[in-house]
């Protein structure tokens, strides 16, 4: 028997997929929790805000529309995405190894 070959990197590469899915996924629902006026006073969306926050911190705040919705789904938005491309685009690199 030969052993299997890549099974390591296509593990990895599973793992930084999920990690940006999840990354994604916080930011998503913080974005969801605030266009439906979540209340904040709630432990579990005060959670969600802050960990969006932390996450998109270089983005949350790039953009400047008048509207504030506007201005998270923007924001935040575009942090989502840019956690999804990258953490796919690597995880489709290491899978190649």
């Known amino acids: 028997m030969s052993p299997r070959t890549g099974s390591g990197s296509s593990t ?34 005060q959670w969600v805000q802050d960990s969006a926050h932390w996450l998109a911190g270089w983005s949350y705040d790039l953009f400047t529309f008048d509207e504030a919705w506007a201005r998270v789904v923007a924001g935040y938005g575009l942090a989502a995405v840019v956690y999804l491309f990258i953490g796919h685009a690597v995880a489709g690199r290491v899978r190649r190894f």
């Open 12 to 45: 990895a590469a599973r793992v930084i997929a999920v990690v940006a899915d999840i990354m994604a996924f916080i930011i998503i629902l913080w974005i969801l929790m605030y266009l439906l006026d979540a209340n904040r006073g709630n432990d579990l969306v």
